[in-house]
């Protein structure tokens, strides 16, 4: 992933344990944040909360002492319990406290999206563990001026949220309102910090309208709001 405009400005510290939720482009970010915080020695876990798939670059550590070799390697590690379909489940809260304590910056995805770019969570989710500091909510911006039915994971969540049917179109507004909205991108956050990853701007009219999205969200305090375009890494 290609940052267009903006960036993290906790991407120069580490200790940091840092949950991504929300869709469109959480996987990507995670890795690509992993692979900049490790070329500059940091020891880097990647976790989850829900699901994600087991990398099949070598990546995969199985154990602390698997962990600890991929670290002295100069890569990330990626920890979790294999489960179906070649991904890997959350590790158990006294196993991730543990791997946080050995590491330096851990990143989590804390939420599922089956592979939609907007979504607006159930009751249950996000899954955000309470040692977390740093939430990054991402929405992709192929959601934008599509029907919601389309476009948007928990449609029905979406539909009351936003108070519009599941024909009515995205637009910059409503997909602020969902990014802003603590029954939505920022629930369970709390008082942690908070940012927003706006992807998929492969288009010029994507990318002003990410533009305008993040001058919304101005006006609701949040400061930090990257805009990114998704490429293979």
Not at 181 to 196: A, F, L
């Amino acid at each position: 992933m290609r940052f267009v405009e903006g960036t993290f400005p906790f991407l120069r510290e580490t200790g940091h344990v840092i949950a991504l939720v929300g869709a469109g482009g959480k996987t990507t970010l995670m890795y690509e944040m992993a692979r900049r915080y490790a070329e500059r020695g940091a020891k880097v876990l990647v976790t989850t909360t829900t699901h994600i798939f087991r990398p099949e670059s070598g990546h995969w550590a199985q154990d602390p002492e698997e962990t600890v070799r991929l670290w002295g390697q100069g890569t990330y590690a990626v920890a979790g319990i294999p489960c179906e379909d070649g991904k890997l489940c959350s590790l158990s809260e006294e196993v991730l406290d543990e791997y946080i304590r050995m590491a330096d910056v851990v990143l989590i995805e804390a939420d599922g999206s089956k592979h939609k770019p907007c979504k607006v969570p159930a009751a249950h989710e996000p899954v955000i563990p309470e040692s977390c500091d740093i939430v990054i909510g991402v929405m992709g911006m192929c959601a934008w001026g599509k029907p919601l039915e389309e476009v948007c994971f928990r449609t029905e969540e979406a539909m009351r949220l936003l108070g519009i049917t599941a024909r009515e179109i995205l637009d910059e507004k409503r997909m602020a309102a969902i990014l802003t909205s603590e029954e939505g991108t920022r629930k369970n956050v709390g008082d942690r910090e908070y940012y927003v990853m706006l992807s998929q701007c492969e288009t010029k009219e994507r990318t002003q309208a990410a533009e305008r999205i993040r001058e919304l969200l101005k006006m609701q305090k949040i400061e930090h709001c990257v805009i990114g375009k998704e490429e293979m890494i």
